[in-house]
């Protein structure tokens, strides 16, 4: 019987360990070249991925957000949004899962997103708001 309960205990652990392995793929050098990348319609809105410190204990890498605030009449007439903030990210199938840092809400969201094929441009799906940019995917371009 002690063995049975010794064999049994150990085949939950294990289980458990098993159960741990996360699914999710991330690529912080091969899914999306570093540099700094601009939103080419309007180019008033950046994604960083250089700025910020590599920090190698990090579960996911991180990407600098950076937005130039405007006035948007809905929300606020006499103060500009600004939705700048720094970003957790992963790559999933022809997904970019995006967690702002900033925010309450603890989750991953999915963005459909594409790399062209010579890595100068990419196309994502909406992400934020801007007052103007009325398209329900981006394109960014690489300028540094």
Same mark, same amino acid.
């Given at each position: 019987? @002690?063995?049975?309960?010794? #064999? %049994?205990? &150990?085949?939950?652990?294990? &289980?458990?360990?098993?159960?741990?392995? @996360?699914?999710?793929?991330?690529?912080?050098?091969?899914?999306?070249? &570093?540099?700094?990348? %601009?939103?080419? !319609?309007?180019?008033?809105?950046?994604?960083?991925?250089?700025? #910020?410190?590599?920090?190698? &204990?990090?579960?996911?890498?991180? %990407?600098?957000?950076? !937005? @130039?605030?405007?006035?948007?009449?809905?929300?606020?007439?006499?103060?500009?949004?600004?939705?700048?903030?720094?970003?957790?990210?992963y790559y999933k199938n022809d997904s970019v899962y995006l967690y702002s840092t900033l925010s309450s809400y603890f989750a991953f969201k999915p963005y459909h997103f594409q790399l062209n094929g010579s890595?100068?441009? #990419?196309? %994502?799906?909406? #992400?934020?708001? @801007?007052?103007?940019?009325?398209?329900?995917?981006?394109?960014?371009?690489?300028?540094?």
């Amino acid at each position: 019987m @002690r063995k049975l309960i010794s #064999f %049994v205990c &150990a085949l939950l652990f294990f &289980a458990s360990i098993i159960s741990c392995t @996360r699914n999710t793929v991330y690529i912080p050098g091969n899914g999306m070249p &570093a540099g700094v990348w %601009v939103e080419n !319609s309007l180019r008033l809105d950046t994604l960083d991925f250089d700025s #910020f410190p590599k920090d190698t &204990a990090a579960l996911y890498p991180k %990407v600098i957000f950076k !937005s @130039r605030p405007f006035i948007d009449l809905t929300i606020n007439p006499t103060y500009p949004v600004n939705s700048s903030t720094i970003y957790s990210y992963y790559y999933k199938n022809d997904s970019v899962y995006l967690y702002s840092t900033l925010s309450s809400y603890f989750a991953f969201k999915p963005y459909h997103f594409q790399l062209n094929g010579s890595n100068s441009s #990419f196309r %994502v799906e909406k #992400f934020y708001t @801007r007052t103007g940019l009325n398209q329900s995917f981006l394109t960014f371009e690489k300028i540094k």
